[in-house]
């Protein structure tokens, strides 16, 4: 059972009270993820709206090849066309489609290339300071992680989470990116704390980090590897697991 004691003495109000803490201005905020499962994207709408976000101001897709393919475009597209806002955007990590025949031609499009490349898209033209950019899977092995944080600014574990354990999670990582008092790494050393067990390279100050305990909490059912990759989307840093955990509950 979640307690008091599983979240950062700072981020408590009082003893026995659980932080209430919402985005700043969320009505100059949008909510963007991608997800190719139906209950997945029920979830992050519910983790945008825990953290304030209004639901017009949310864009959950990954219904199909189509959304999932023009999810790179989608975005850059978006935050060019509302410059003076700041935009939290979810990937999933193992995006996985079928165009014909689910049996002989399934694949799977890599959600941190596609952050990847959506920063890099809105970096050529200075937009991408209004972003912060999260990879989310279900696979979090050091290897994995450390991947991730090459290609986003923070991992975000596939837990439960309530509106204590949002606002335990997301706090840190907004302040580190938008509040300036921290860096980039400090924002990525924050998510990979926070998915327990997972500690910081050793360059950074570990005091910065988010540390509340997610012990017991992971779905370590063992799932097979995709039988195809988009081939211009392969991930090239995790390598193959030989029991990956599932990207779904």
């Known amino acids: ?102 049996r002989a ?41 450390k991947v991730f944080l090459d290609r986003a600014h923070a991992f975000m574990p596939k837990l439960p989470l309530n509106e204590e354990k949002t606002a335990a999670f997301f706090k840190p990582l907004w302040e580190a990116r938008f509040g300036g008092r921290a860096s980039r790494a400090c924002a990525a050393a924050a998510a990979a704390a926070a998915a327990g067990g997972v500690r910081p390279p050793p360059q950074l100050n570990s005091a910065s980090t988010t540390t509340w305990s997610v012990a017991g909490l992971r779905d370590d059912a063992p799932a097979a590897l995709p039988a195809v990759v988009e081939p211009s989307l392969e991930a090239h840093g995790p390598p193959a697991k030989k029991s990956p955990r599932a990207e779904r509950p």
Do not use: Y
Not at 74 to 85: I, T, Y
């Open 1 to 102: 059972m979640m307690t008091t004691r599983h979240i950062p003495p700072a981020a408590r109000r009082s003893r026995g009270a659980l932080p209430t803490w919402k985005l700043p201005d969320p009505t100059a905020v949008w909510g963007i993820a991608v997800d190719d499962s139906a209950m997945q994207r029920k979830i992050l709408r519910k983790v945008f709206a825990m953290l304030g976000v209004p639901r017009e101001r949310v864009l959950v897709t990954g219904n199909g090849p189509d959304e999932i393919l023009a999810f790179a475009a989608l975005v850059v597209d978006h935050v060019r066309a509302h410059p003076g806002d700041k935009s939290v955007v979810i990937a999933d990590e193992n995006l996985e489609f079928c165009e014909k025949d689910c």
């Open 105 to 145: 031609d399934r694949r799977t499009v890599s959600g941190s290339l596609l952050v990847d490349r959506i920063r890099k898209d809105l970096a050529t033209t200075r937009h991408d300071a209004a972003l912060l950019t999260l990879v989310r899977s279900a696979n979090d092995s050091s290897e994995d992680v």
